[in-house]
Every structure is written in structure tokens, then in C-alpha cells.
T-cell receptor, first 111, second 116 residues
Framework: GQQVMQIPQYQHVQEGEDFTTYCNSSTTLSNIQWYKQRPGGHPVFLIQLVKSGEVKKQKRLTFQFGEAKKNSSLHITATQTTDVGTYFCAGSGGATNKLIFGTGTLLAVQP | DAGVTQSPTHLIKTRGQQVTLRCSPKSGHDTVSWYQQALGQGPQFIFQYYEEEERQRGNFPDRFSGHQFPNYSSELNVNALLLGDSALYLC?????WGRGSNQPQHFGDGTRLSIL
């Protein structure tokens, strides 16, 4: 079945450093979503990408969807302590639109 | 404008018992999805309900069943509980289900289920 992997599993950065998490799907996706889950919280929707090669920005966050629509990335510029949490990508594709979540990247930011 | 609400917040059961979890979707949403999130893992899709019917299902056994009511609220039922069913159960709501498209999922705070 469809699998969505993320790397790295864990990243520890100093406040002000940049951070990137990568998402790879075993199958072509029709769209991809990104979520953030704070410790003890629930996933919160960040953004959705639909087009091949699409790039979207939200303040310090930059999201990309690969040309082949099988991978995506999230880049955070100049991390802040408020960025702490687990970032999940979630994709759907094929005949169904089941949303398959990635394995997640836990970001820790040291002040 | 209330978001997605789930009840109860915590639940402790023993093996073999049955459990029912409840979810009220965000106002204006008509589609409800259920996810299981084990500790340190991503949410795993259980199933999705729209117009009171199960529309899609993930790789979960028949012990997991659900229901959607006319007011769009939903229940998740799990029978013959196993130790491995211990997890956070998340409900997410979205606008109209549509083939080939996914709407942003709005999650509730979840129900923490512990099986002893």
C-alpha cells in the first residue's frame, strides 16, 4: 500500500538556525498537506499543495511539491521556540482520497 | 464557532471490552474522519463518513466500526479491545467529501484510550 516517509525523524537546532524536513511517497500524489502537532496537542493544518513544482510561503515557512508529485519539503527559516513540534506531511492519490500521514519530524529548538 | 469536539478525553478499558468514542464536527463541516495515533507515530486513517455512510476505510479490522448521524456527528466503536488498541483516537472534520480532492482536516483534541 501507499507509504509516506519523512526524514529526519528528529532535528535539534539552535534558535535562529534553519530547518528542513523532507517527505517522500511511494506513489504519485494528487495533493499534499502539511500539519503541525505541538507536544500534547492535535495536528493543525498548515497548507495544501496541489500542482507539480508548486512553492508556497507562509512567513518563515516555505513548502515545495516535487515535479513528480512524489515528494515535498518544508523549510523553516530562522527557527523560533514557537516552532517546536512534530511536522507531518499527509498525501492522497490514486483512486481514493484517503489521507496518508507521513512518519513525522520532531523539531526541538534550543533558545 | 466551536471546533471539533471529542468525548471522552481519556478512557481506561480492559482487554475484551468494547468502547464508543464520540465526535462533533466543526460547524459547517459534513465529513468526519477517524484516525488512530500511537505514541511517536503519525495518525493512521481508520475510516471516513459522509452522508451517514462509510466512504473510505484504512487497514483496520472489522472490530473498528463507526456511525454518522444526521447532524453530522459521529461515533467510533471498537469491539474486543486488544492491548495494541491503546492510542490517541483523533476525529477530524472537513467540508464535503469529493473524489480526487482532499479538504483540510480540522482535528479535535482526541480521546486517549488505554487498555489494561
Amino acid at each position: 500500500g501507499q507509504q509516506v516517509m519523512q526524514i529526519p525523524q528528529y532535528q535539534h537546532v539552535q534558535e535562529g538556525e534553519d530547518f528542513t524536513t523532507y517527505c517522500n511517497s511511494s506513489t504519485t500524489l494528487s495533493n499534499i498537506q502539511w500539519y503541525k502537532q505541538r507536544p500534547g496537542g492535535h495536528p493543525v493544518f498548515l497548507i495544501q499543495l496541489v500542482k507539480s513544482g508548486e512553492v508556497k510561503k507562509q512567513k518563515r515557512l516555505t513548502f515545495q511539491f516535487g515535479e513528480a508529485k512524489k515528494n515535498s519539503s518544508l523549510h523553516i527559516t530562522a527557527t523560533q521556540t514557537t516552532d517546536v513540534g512534530t511536522y507531518f506531511c499527509a498525501g492522497s492519490g490514486g483512486a481514493t482520497n484517503k489521507l496518508i500521514f507521513g512518519t513525522g519530524t520532531l523539531l526541538a529548538v534550543q533558545p | 464557532d466551536a471546533g471539533v469536539t471529542q468525548s471522552p478525553t481519556h478512557l481506561i478499558k480492559t482487554r475484551g471490552q468494547q468502547v464508543t468514542l464520540r465526535c462533533s464536527p466543526k460547524s459547517g463541516h459534513d465529513t468526519v474522519s477517524w484516525y488512530q495515533q500511537a505514541l511517536g507515530q503519525g495518525p493512521q486513517f481508520i475510516f471516513q463518513y459522509y452522508e451517514e455512510e462509510e466512504r473510505q476505510r484504512g487497514n483496520f479490522p472489522d472490530r473498528f466500526s463507526g456511525h454518522q448521524f444526521p447532524n453530522y456527528s459521529s461515533e467510533l466503536n471498537v469491539n474486543a479491545l486488544l492491548l495494541g488498541d491503546s492510542a490517541l483516537y483523533l476525529c477530524a472534520s472537513s467540508r464535503r467529501w469529493g473524489r480526487g480532492s482532499n479538504q483540510p482536516q480540522h482535528f479535535g483534541d482526541g480521546t486517549r484510550l488505554s487498555i489494561l
